[in-house]
């Protein structure tokens, strides 16, 4: 891409793959214009703001909330996957795809954002986009036209010289139907989200984190993992690397892409989540790593989780509560072999076993709340739904005077 600037009247000309674009300088009556593929601004200034108007139309309030709500990784933990050599190779390649998968709570998303955050922390160069899919968000927090419209509006903002063929696009759509009332669609979405990625790679390396894909449901998961590999097949010569996490299912295998499955690394990591979970707490005074018994509990914790994170950190709690009562090995030990292994079961578990009677009411208050809110709660629209909950459900409330 050649750029050139200048003062004339005729306007300043970018030169890029679309077809001149030029930036006028001279008077004019309208403040846009397509004349025989030349497309017009008066100003520099109008175009940072066209563009601004359009970034923000592709973007929605929602489109970092699971990525921002990722609980923080355990320290020393996510390390192994730098120095693995499957990683290493993705990286070192012109472009490629990394595949990582795991069964549910095995920690794909932590280590999504670990990688992520580790590019930026190393400065490299290019650019990084991202987005979390969730199943109990919004719409477009789980939809492949809610991924399409976050990574472009994420590309253009950080690719400035992508923009004047965004403005072109919204020009060009704006008088066919009228004004801003249109709306984006799908499939023009994934087209110019293609034509951006190619175009900002051959310039610049281009990383995308695509995270939970499988949350998307089968039927859009297949669709984007067959749209990520043409991406990648369409990169050439490009600096494009794309890094997908999933469950093992709908994505069942891909012969073009570098996989690493959770369960067979993250290990170590559970083990070190457990032990210092167990000693850095309150738990710590009767938790010894010198005693046999207390190493046996650990080691019963480990080989419980079987690769999952999310059991390890659901069973800690009861485990250290049964710990600070006094509770002997033997009874614990009971009581971790009557514990489920499968996640699913060990919600269903804590729902019959584990939370108190006397909170249980106030327990499926919050359940119905966030099942049936339109959106996801915020903490404070969560406690005063909760407190009017409570409040109806009081006798002196609801007693007449």
């Given at each position: 891409?050649?750029?050139?600037?200048?003062?004339?009247?005729?306007?300043?000309?970018?030169?890029?793959?679309?077809?001149?674009?030029?930036?006028?300088?001279?008077?004019?009556?309208?403040?846009?214009?397509?004349?025989?593929?030349?497309?017009?601004?008066?100003?520099?200034?109008?175009?940072?703001?066209?563009?601004?108007?359009?970034?923000?139309?592709?973007?929605?309030?929602?489109?970092?909330?699971?990525?921002?709500?990722?609980?923080?990784?355990?320290?020393?933990?996510?390390?192994?996957?730098?120095?693995?050599?499957?990683?290493?190779?993705?990286?070192?390649?012109?472009?490629?795809?990394?595949?990582?998968?795991?069964?549910?709570?095995?920690?794909?998303?932590?280590?999504?954002?670990?990688?992520?955050?580790?590019?930026?922390?190393?400065?490299?160069?290019?650019?990084?986009?991202?987005?979390?899919?969730?199943?109990?968000?919004?719409?477009?927090?789980?939809?492949?036209?809610?991924?399409?419209?976050?990574?472009?509006?994420?590309?253009?903002?950080?690719?400035?010289?992508?923009?004047?063929?965004?403005?072109?696009?919204?020009?060009?759509?704006?008088?066919?139907?009228?004004?801003?009332?249109?709306?984006?669609?799908?499939?023009?979405?994934?087209?110019?989200l293609t034509h951006a990625i190619l175009e900002s790679a051959s310039r610049q390396h281009v990383t995308i984190f695509?995270?939970?894909?499988?949350?998307?449901?089968?039927?859009?998961?297949?669709?984007?993992?067959?749209?990520?590999?043409?991406?990648?097949?369409?990169?050439?010569?490009?600096?494009?690397?794309?890094?997908?996490?999933?469950?093992?299912?709908?994505?069942?295998?891909?012969?073009?892409?570098?996989?690493?499955?959770m369960e067979d690394r993250n290990h170590d990591d559970i083990a070190a989540y457990i032990r210092d979970t167990l000693?850095?707490?309150?738990?710590?005074?009767?938790?010894?790593?010198?005693?046999?018994?207390?190493?046996?509990?650990?080691?019963?914790?480990?080989?419980?989780?079987?690769?999952?994170?999310?059991?390890?950190?659901?069973?800690?709690?009861?485990?250290?509560?049964?710990?600070?009562?006094?509770?002997?090995?033997?009874?614990?030990?009971?009581?971790?072999?009557?514990?489920?292994?499968?996640?699913e079961e060990t919600y269903t578990y804590i729902l019959r076993n584990v939370i108190e009677a006397r909170n249980r009411?106030?327990?499926?208050?919050?359940?119905?709340?966030?099942?049936?809110?339109?959106?996801?709660?915020?903490?404070?629209?969560?406690?005063?739904?909760?407190?009017?909950?409570?409040?109806?459900?009081?006798?002196?409330?609801?007693?007449?005077?």
């Open positions: 891409m050649s750029t050139s600037f200048g003062n004339n009247s005729a306007g300043v000309q970018l030169a890029a793959n679309h077809g001149p674009v030029f930036f006028s300088s001279g008077q004019q009556k309208t403040p846009q214009e397509i004349d025989n593929g030349l497309y017009r601004i008066e100003s520099f200034e109008l175009l940072i703001i066209v563009a601004a108007e359009v970034i923000t139309s592709l973007g929605f309030p929602q489109m970092r909330d699971r990525r921002d709500n990722i609980e923080p990784r355990h320290i020393n933990t996510c390390q192994w996957i730098l120095k693995l050599e499957k990683y290493q190779s993705w990286k070192s390649q012109s472009r490629g795809l990394l595949w990582v998968k795991g069964k549910p709570g095995a920690g794909k998303s932590t280590l999504m954002a670990f990688l992520h955050d580790k590019l930026e922390q190393d400065g490299g160069q290019g650019i990084r986009l991202d987005f979390f899919f969730t199943a109990r968000g919004t719409e477009l927090q789980h939809s492949p036209l809610g991924m399409f419209r976050s990574l472009l509006s994420q590309i253009f903002n950080r690719d400035t010289t992508l923009r004047p063929k965004l403005c072109e696009i919204d020009e060009q759509r704006s008088e066919q139907f009228g004004g801003d009332k249109w709306e984006w669609p799908r499939v023009v979405l994934e087209k110019l695509v995270d939970a894909l499988d949350e998307a449901g089968s039927e859009s998961a297949q669709q984007l993992a067959a749209y990520f590999h043409r991406l990648i097949d369409r990169a050439g010569k490009a600096s494009l690397h794309v890094c997908i996490s999933c469950r093992h299912y709908p994505i069942v295998r891909s012969n073009r892409a570098i996989e690493v499955h000693t850095d707490t309150d738990v710590g005074v009767s938790f010894s790593e010198d005693s046999e018994m207390d190493q046996s509990l650990v080691k019963q914790l480990i080989q419980q989780a079987n690769g999952s994170f999310q059991w390890a950190h659901i069973i800690i709690p009861p485990t250290e509560r049964k710990i600070l009562e006094g509770e002997s090995f033997d009874e614990i030990d009971r009581w971790l072999q009557e514990a489920p292994y499968d996640l009411e106030q327990s499926l208050l919050l359940f119905q709340w966030v099942c049936l809110a339109e959106g996801p709660l915020t903490l404070t629209e969560t406690r005063y739904a909760l407190a009017v909950g409570i409040a109806q459900n009081m006798p002196y409330i609801n007693s007449e005077p």
